[in-house]
């Protein structure tokens, strides 16, 4: 026999979800050459676009959770055996996103730590999903701009590596629709 599930009205407002970015920051360095990538691509494509100010990181997941200490509490047991390791970046790649849009990004050299690190996440986290780590230098680039590069990427190869020693994670202002640092979880 089915279950039939009641909606019982609450007396009390639920609770509101708090968006959150959970990424791997590289250095001040990497971050600075990735701005002057992007603004060749400006150059290349005669145009600023709505990423201008978004700043070089690599995507691990977003989320949303009620309170800070929640998510951070699951983090840092997830992380807890993860020791620092050495992320290189060098050579310029692209995604497609349909037939529409490009993604422009930095290939990672060794992405399996990333791999191995977020496969860790997702098992304190209950998701199954893999990523493919990159470092974004513009994304969601219509193609007709993104033809304007042409096939050789090679301007845009950086090679850099530093050690990733810490995890960042954002929290959403929704007033101001951008994100905010709220932790930077190191790895022991």
Known sequence: MAKVKYKQPTLFKLPELQEYFVLISPTEEVKSETKKLKNKLYKIIGRKTENEYSVAHISLFKTKYEMDNHLLEKLKKSLADIKPFTISVSEADAFSHGTTKKTLYLKIDNPKPIQAMFETIGEEFKFKKEILPHLTIEQNLPVA????????????????????????????????????????ILLQ
């Open 145 to 184: 701009d993104f033809d304007k590069i042409g096939t050789d990427l090679n301007a845009f190869n950086y090679k850099n590596e530093w050690i990733c020693d810490r995890i960042t994670v954002l929290k959403m202002n929704p007033k101001k629709g951008n994100y905010k640092v709220i932790e930077e």
